[in-house]
């Protein structure tokens, strides 16, 4: 078990770490590190702020200035990469681990102890009846007793699952934005490269930020072709800002102009023009992406911000492909659309083998392979799943479907615990993506706890409402079903089949067994009566056991159909 570690074993842990490769030649890194652990050992915890970091470590004149701010939580995210490297290469047998959760600054102290896997598992197979850290024998006072009892409150809330609504609060209840197309207003269409790039950069970077809801892309790209206002494109995606571009000039000098609006009120609350000439398309995109995030702190609050690091990689085609690959797989339990999707993803590998996308991408079709049933060999290609996503995180451990397709993965092998672990560290490092979240809403639902993953499924709408060739509105429909909200499910399932959205064998049990509980019985009698053309091709019953960690939950869906098949 893990317990709190001798403070002299925390400063050999310090020197430690601070003399590894990891953090060679990273002085602001070594600095950070230094002052946040020395100040809690001293009992200073309380002081660690984005402020002090920004005025002690960094020695900033004017700590509270929002572009500071944004700095310490750039190097912030840089530190907590670095301890991320090192205890996942160097530091496996270390005694002691040092980290810095997000949201916080203060770091926690850990005595890493061998526990047998076993018990590891079995500790994570059941709730705890207490949260890890309530009587660990810390003592707590001041601001810190409100922290501790605020903990408390939001523990107790979510082990019991509390009201949907609330909990869907707390996963999105930020400030959202739409990052609209830059547009190319060059004479010749030579900024038309640099504009695209502009636009993914900055919603790939923001989309890594817990605090800020980002529109997706593909929800965005409706708006390209017509002069929307702000109130109306935040009326239509609901988002409370806007961020508008534009690319001007010739490679020879560019110049890019941006604009932040709030839709509520339609005012600018900041904009910032860049005069830049060619250095190299991708490094000058790289640099402007970066200056427009830092500079939007200036309309949102400076601590929302951060800067995660470089896109997923620089080869516009691959990146490309990864995404159509990503639609293709939908409706998920489609062999055909399994093996070309494989097919797309390993292309994206042959033009990038670096990116990790191609490698979680494939992985991702292994997983499904095995967790649909469709595979000779489930236990080889749930193998094949975990070696291609363990590659993807080696390139970027920050690649979330490399963890949500670990899950998935876990899944097949019915490892229920495992898999929720995965997608929680997908949630970590991806919090906007909506593929992350709605798979999250997949796993917590087969794992037992559908009213934990509703919101996660209305959070993948609300990030992506537009694009229909998504599993959104499916795995909303399931999640409701299991959490016995019947009317929601056939809501989800028939506004899915209304905007032409993925329907498979999966669906159209789910939709049968819907009709039957809401004693709609001509409904389901019609639906049941189709189920059988896909009897051959899809062994729907075992995968409906296999995908429910307990039985009853898989009778919930089974039992009406069996009714119904007995009355026919």
Not at 289 to 316: Q, Y
């Amino acid at each position: 078990m893990l317990r709190t570690p001798h403070p002299a074993d925390v400063v050999a842990q310090l020197e430690r770490i601070l003399s590894n490769r990891a953090f060679a030649d990273c002085e602001r890194s070594q600095q950070f590190l230094r002052y946040v652990v020395e100040e809690t050992l001293g009992g200073r915890a309380g002081r660690i702020k984005g402020v002090t970091i920004a005025n002690e470590v960094f020695g900033f004149e004017d700590p509270e200035q929002a572009q500071n701010s944004t700095v310490v939580r750039v190097e912030a995210g840089r530190l907590r990469r670095r301890l991320d490297q090192y205890y996942a290469e160097d530091g496996k047998g270390d005694p002691v681990r040092i980290s810095i959760r997000k949201g916080s600054y203060v770091p926690l102290f850990e005595s890493l102890a061998a526990v047998p896997e076993s018990q590891n598992r079995q500790a994570h197979s059941k709730p705890p009846t207490r949260p890890k850290w309530f009587g660990s024998g810390a003592v707590v006072s001041g601001s810190g007793l409100f922290l501790v009892a605020v903990a408390v409150l939001v523990w107790v809330f979510l082990t019991s699952e509390g009201d949907i609504e609330q909990l869907g609060h707390e996963i999105s209840g930020g400030p959202s934005l739409a990052v609209l197309p830059f547009d190319d207003v060059t004479a010749d269409g030579s900024g038309e490269q640099l504009a695209a790039g502009l636009t993914e950069d900055i919603i790939t970077d923001l989309s890594q930020l817990p605090a800020i809801d980002v529109i997706a892309l593909s929800s965005v790209l409706p708006f390209e072709a017509r002069k929307s206002t702000p109130a109306l494109i935040g009326r239509e995606l609901r988002v409370s800002h806007v961020l508008f571009g534009s690319v001007r000039g010739s490679p020879e000098q560019w110049r890019v102009t941006a604009q932040l609006y709030d839709t509520k009120s339609g005012n600018q609350v900041w904009a910032q023009r860049f005069d830049r000439g060619l250095s190299g398309t991708l490094a000058l995109q790289d640099e402007l992406a970066l200056k427009i995030v830092e500079g939007m702190s200036v309309g949102f609050r400076g601590d929302l911000l951060n800067r995660p690091g470089r896109p997923p990689t620089e080869n516009v085609a691959a990146h490309a492909l990864y995404k159509q690959a990503l639609d293709l797989v939908n409706p998920p339990n489609d062999m055909g659309r399994l093996l070309a999707a494989r097919r797309a993803f390993e292309r994206v590998i042959e033009l990038d083998p670096n990116y990790a996308g191609g490698y979680a991408g494939t992985a991702y079709t292994h997983a499904f392979m095995a967790f649909w049933g469709r595979s000779e060999s489930p236990d080889q290609d749930a193998q094949r799943a975990f070696d291609l996503s363990a590659r993807a995180l080696e390139l970027d451990p920050s690649f979330g479907l490399a963890y949500s397709t670990r899950a998935f993965a876990h899944q097949a092998r019915r490892d229920f615990d495992e898999a929720v672990l995965a997608s929680d560290k997908a949630i970590e490092v991806r919090p906007n993506d909506p593929y992350v979240a709605i798979y999250h809403a997949a796993v917590l639902l087969s794992s037992g706890a559908p009213t934990k993953g509703i919101p996660y499924a209305e959070r993948a709408l609300r990030l992506d409402p537009l694009n229909p060739r998504t599993p959104y509105l499916n795995i909303l429909g399931m999640a409701n079903f299991h959490a016995g909200r019947y009317p929601q499910a056939l809501d989800a399932f028939e506004r899915n089949i209304a905007r032409g959205g993925p329907f498979g064998a999966h669906i159209q049990i789910y939709l049968t067994a819907t009709y039957a509980h809401l004693g709609k019985m001509d409904e389901a009698r019609e639906n049941r009566a189709a189920l059988e053309l896909y009897r051959d091709d899809f062994p729907w019953k075992d995968w409906i056991r296999r995908w429910m960690k307990e039985p009853e939950e898989a009778e919930r869906v089974l039992g009406p159909l069996r009714e119904l098949a007995a009355g026919q």
